[in-house]
């Protein structure tokens, strides 16, 4: 433990196993598939989208399982989301941790955790694993079965990007096939990304009425409802498997389409992205209004499967995350940085306050935001920011992140 001391956010495990009771407890190990969503952000998914939601599959699933309404991602891009959904990482560089390249520091994460209790491990992705780091990231996980675009047929590329989600979906239980249990698999989709065309293969699709916002964005829209079925279809494919019963699903997004949050005038919204976890082991389902993000997965995650399945978490760990919220009330405890394409890292979520660069917002129950004049209050923020700004590149520059480089 001495040696923590230069790794400055190396902290004991302590996040609360906020998820047990609502699961089942057992002795065998589920397997657990976490699906990133591009584009899949509240603004047009779940209960009072602001424009509409444009997802009924999963806002079905969030009914069947657990769902947490005020849940943000922490950065603007899909560099952010997977340091952060499986190893609630630091910001890192630029343009995220991953931007560090071969300097990227060592850590710990959910794939870690899992492989020092026998699961196996894959990755799936429809386009190039080597775009903004994520291969690198992905190796450097140890994972075992890797898919990106390479593993496809040329025919089946439709974009600029890749595979659609439901090609990535079907093609994933290939992979299964020599996969031994327990194992953790994640995903990452790409439909719901500019030029957002739409495959007409799973139409159908809802048509945004009238001139309003949703209209504007008529093919991104589409292209949400289209992701929307290719998630069904592949839950109810994953249904006829064996393991489903001993399965848990996590299903969140990476942020909101570009330039939405433009028209809706909310600084929060290409933020602002919902989390389900549904599983046949949940004994009952939940909707929460606990403030939390992409950070708090994996620790929560760790703990469920600590305290219901008998998997010993480490005494320590670097996770900036504390664990989700389930609270049905809305509360606002967290601190999180809202990461930027731009570099400029001036958007703090600080508890019940929104630094925004220049400014500070009171952030209302509804997520509203209401500009406050308070010069003391406003430097306290930005200070707890400015620290947060140093160790950040202290332990990402240095690699006193975790101790790997000590094992």
């Known amino acids: 433990m001495a040696l923590y001391c230069f790794f400055p956010l190396i902290h004991s495990t302590d996040a609360p196993n906020v998820l047990g009771a609502f699961f089942q407890e057992g002795s065998i190990r589920p397997n657990i598939v976490i699906i990133v969503c591009e584009g899949l952000a509240r603004a047009y998914s779940g ?11 999963l806002d079905s699933l969030a009914q069947a399982g657990l769902y947490w309404e005020n849940f943000f991602a922490c950065s603007d891009r899909t560099y952010g989301a997977l340091p952060n959904v499986f190893g609630s990482m630091p910001i890192g560089g630029t343009r995220g941790v991953l931007s560090l390249g071969h300097s990227l520091p060592d850590f710990y994460s959910l794939y870690d955790f899992t492989h020092a209790h026998g699961y196996s491990s894959g990755f799936y992705y429809g386009g190039w694993l080597g775009f903004d780091g994520m291969e690198r990231f992905i190796l450097k996980n140890d994972v075992q079965l890797v898919m990106d675009e390479v593993g496809f047929p040329s025919e089946a590329r439709r974009s600029n990007w890749g595979v659609p989600d439901h090609v990535l979906f ?54 949400a409802h289209y992701s929307d079925r290719a998630l069904s279809r592949f839950l109810d494919s ?32 290409i933020f602002h992205v919902p989390l389900i976890v549904y599983s046949p082991l949940l004994t009952r389902s939940g909707s929460f209004r606990g403030v939390c993000s992409h950070w708090d997965i994996p620790p929560s995650l760790a703990a469920l499967m600590e305290g219901n399945f008998q998997m010993q978490r480490p005494e320590a760990n670097p996770w900036m995350g504390g664990g989700l919220d389930t609270s049905k009330d809305y509360r606002s405890d967290r601190s999180f940085p809202l990461g930027r394409i731009t570099g400029n890292h001036d958007t703090y979520f600080h508890r019940e306050y929104l630094l925004l660069r220049e400014d500070l917002y009171q952030v209302g129950p509804c997520l509203d935001l209401t500009l406050i004049r308070n010069e003391e209050k406003k430097q306290q923020i930005a200070n707890q920011l400015d620290a947060y700004l140093i160790i950040n590149s202290f332990v990402c520059r240095r690699n006193r992140l975790w101790l790997g480089a000590f094992r």
């Open 170 to 223: 079907d093609s994933s239980f290939s992979g299964l096939r020599d996969q031994q249990e327990p194992y953790m698999n994640g995903f990452l989709t790409l439909t719901l990304h500019s030029p957002y065309s739409v495959p007409k293969d799973l139409g159908p699709y809802l048509n945004p009425p009238g001139t309003g916002i949703a209209a504007r964005f008529a093919s991104a829209m589409q292209c």
């Open 238 to 269: 994953y249904r006829s498997r064996p393991e489903y019963e001993r399965t848990i699903f996590v299903i969140t997004g990476d942020h909101c389409i570009e330039k939405l949050d433009k028209y809706t005038a909310d600084p929060l919204d």
């Open 47 to 57: 209960p009072d989208a602001k424009i509409g939601s444009f997802t009924p599959f």
